[in-house]
């Protein structure tokens, strides 16, 4: 099943039994997935862009929810949390740190050709985020490229 459908499928069931969280995080991510099928010519997307459009909604949350505590509002904080939680069940499971060394190492080999070590690092983190996004955090990965030479 793809993940448009078993989102849209988990909608229904969360008015179904009236779990407001995850109906309004679900309605949410439909409308996003609407704005990103529009811009791509009214052409439905594809997982993959599913999956950015989630990142990007998950990562819009998160930054709402540190300006609620910084603004002593943990309410609102946490009900953008709760949200996360329940679009965090639509990405896939997180790389382990040695994971991503392996693969990142893999990939910054195959520009060995490429002798400016910046634009290889740059070039490295492209084709991760083109072959595995979604599948670690953008801040671990700029970390382990920063220590490759």
Do not use: C, H, W
């Given at each position: 099943?793809?993940?448009?459908?078993?989102?849209?499928?988990?909608?229904?069931?969360?008015?179904?039994?009236?779990?407001?969280?995850?109906?309004?995080?679900?309605?949410?991510?439909?409308?996003?997935?609407?704005?990103?099928?529009?811009?791509?010519?009214?052409?439905?997307?594809?997982?993959q862009?599913?999956?950015?459009?989630?990142?990007?909604?998950?990562?819009?949350?998160?930054?709402?929810?540190?300006?609620?505590?910084?603004?002593?509002?943990?309410d609102l904080?946490?009900?953008?949390?709760?949200?996360?939680?329940?679009?965090?069940?639509?990405?896939?499971?997180?790389?382990?740190?040695?994971?991503?060394?392996?693969?990142?190492?893999?990939?910054?080999?195959?520009?060995?050709?490429?002798?400016?070590?910046?634009?290889?690092?740059?070039?490295?983190?492209?084709?991760?985020?083109?072959?595995?996004?979604?599948?670690?955090?953008?801040?671990?990965?700029?970390?382990?490229?920063?220590?490759?030479?």
């Amino acid at each position: 099943m793809k993940l448009k459908e078993k989102i849209q499928e988990d909608f229904i069931k969360a008015m179904k039994e009236r779990n407001e969280v995850a109906k309004l995080a679900l309605s949410g991510i439909k409308a996003m997935i609407t704005e990103a099928e529009k811009l791509n010519g009214n052409k439905p997307i594809g997982d993959q862009e599913v999956l950015k459009v989630l990142n990007k909604a998950i990562k819009n949350r998160k930054v709402s929810a540190e300006e609620y505590y910084k603004y002593n509002r943990p309410d609102l904080a946490t009900k953008e949390l709760a949200e996360v939680e329940v679009l965090n069940k639509y990405m896939p499971k997180k790389m382990t740190v040695d994971e991503l060394k392996v693969v990142l190492t893999q990939i910054y080999d195959s520009f060995e050709n490429i002798e400016n070590i910046t634009a290889r690092k740059g070039r490295t983190m492209g084709e991760f985020n083109k072959k595995y996004q979604g599948l670690a955090d953008i801040e671990l990965i700029k970390q382990i490229i920063n220590e490759m030479k």
